[in-house]
Each structure stands twice: as structure tokens, then as C-alpha cells.
């Protein structure tokens, strides 16, 4: 039988699970995942499970699993998805992807340097990446949920812009020329807000660059790493 694999995005807002040759398929978890952290271990394995059961046909046994994980994520924090994706689906090897270099992968940006936002429901994250590969990041425990609570998309922006300054000070200086020269990449369900694009463009004087499906570019970055382990000899 062929090596199988998966890829998983599980976020503050929903649930997302790629398998090769059968597709996407997702769901809610906003009771599950608080600020980028698993909060209910079995809900979370529950979750994916039942999500597994949505593809037309049975998943074969896993042989991979690319799983996003938030930048500068806690080794507890990932023991914990670990621990989810062992129970849901007891696949022989887990890979950890951030989610930033998943959705670059995903939006065909991975090459030089590069911006990323990833401005979740409940999680903003900003990045520099080098081909493909984070050099510096930062997180903030804010969102697009919290715009329902009295934050603003200037809020979300202004938030943006002080981790830009921080990440200016520990940045090399011709990685962060090139990558503001390209602008910034926005992906997550923020690129959906429809004042926040031009928020941060108004704030960081920056040109704003928005994935066609921003909600599930980490995912397709997975995915693809996920093809590219399962060409390894290992899986052969």
C-alpha cells in the first residue's frame, strides 16, 4: 500500500485536516483551543477523529502527519498536539511546521526574504522567514474574535507595527530591506476582515499582500510538506 499522510491546522477558530488524495476537511474549535493552546486534550482528539470519518473513504494506516503549530509554541505545548495526534490518528512520525512558513509555502511566497501576519481569531503572529525558513518572530494574545469585544482593526494594526519595530532591532538588516521592499504577506482570518488589510497598509506603509484563501494557507503549506516527506526513502 502507498505511504499516507496528513496535515492539520488546528487554530483558535477551527479545525483543519488535509489528506493526500481525498482533500480538505474541517470544523469549529473555539471551545477547544484558547490563544493558539490546546485547552481540551480529548475534545481536541475527539475533534479530529470525527473529522477523519468526513472523507469519502477510510484513511489508510498514517504514515505522516505535518501538524501547524503557532511561532515560539512551548515544548508542553507541543507534547500536547502530539499527544492529540497519537490518539486521533497513531501516525508512525509527527512533523511540526509553524504555521507562518506553512502559509508562505501554501501561498507560493517562501522564496528570499519575507513578512509574514498571521492575524487568527484569537492569536496575531508576525515573522520574518529566509527561504522559507523563520528567522525572528513575535505573538501577541490578540485577534479578530476580540474585535467583537471592543478591539479595532487599528488596534489589531497598532499591534502589528510594535512587533515589527521589536523585530527590527534583532532582524539582519538585508533580510528585513528585502522582505518590507516586498511588503507583507496577511493570512488567517484576518485577511477576510474587511478594515484590516487597510489598516496595517495605512499603519506599517507597507504593501499589503493577501493569499487567495488566506483561512487555509498554513494547511496547503503542510500538505505540501507532507508530499515532499513522503517522497523520502524512508516512507518508501
Known amino acids: 500500500m502507498a505511504p499516507s499522510a496528513l496535515a492539520i491546522d488546528l487554530g483558535s477558530s477551527s479545525a483543519i485536516v488535509w489528506a493526500d488524495q481525498r482533500g480538505i476537511v474541517g470544523a469549529p474549535s473555539s471551545t477547544l483551543v484558547r490563544r493558539g493552546r490546546i485547552t481540551d486534550v480529548d475534545g481536541c482528539a475527539a475533534l479530529l477523529t470525527e ?69 487568527g481569531a484569537e492569536l496575531t503572529e508576525l515573522a520574518l522567514l529566509r527561504e522559507g525558513r523563520v528567522t525572528v518572530a513575535r505573538r501577541a494574545d490578540i485577534g479578530t474574535r476580540d474585535l467583537a469585544q471592543g478591539a479595532t482593526a487599528g488596534l489589531l494594526a497598532d499591534v502589528v507595527a510594535h512587533h515589527l519595530r521589536g523585530l527590527r532591532d534583532v532582524c539582519p538588516a538585508e533580510d528585513l530591506a528585502e522582505a518590507t521592499a516586498r511588503g507583507l504577506l496577511l493570512v488567517g482570518d484576518g485577511a477576510d476582515h474587511p478594515e484590516l488589510p487597510g489598516a496595517l497598509a495605512d499603519t506599517l506603509d507597507l504593501r499589503i499582500h493577501r493569499t487567495p484563501e488566506p483561512r487555509a494557507a498554513a494547511v496547503n503549506g503542510a500538505a505540501q510538506a507532507a508530499r515532499s516527506l513522503l517522497r523520502h526513502p524512508a516512507f518508501a
Request: charged letters at 20%; proline letters at 7%.
Open 51 to 119: 473529522l477523519a470519518h468526513r472523507f469519502p473513504q477510510p484513511l489508510p494506516a498514517v504514515d505522516v502527519v505535518v501538524a501547524c503549530r503557532p511561532v515560539l509554541s512551548t515544548d508542553d505545548d507541543q507534547d500536547v498536539m502530539r499527544h492529540v495526534i497519537d490518539t486521533a490518528f497513531a501516525p508512525r512520525r509527527t512533523v511540526f511546521i509553524e504555521s507562518v512558513r506553512a502559509a508562505a509555502i501554501g501561498s507560493g511566497a517562501a522564496a528570499g526574504s519575507l513578512l509574514v501576519a498571521d492575524v
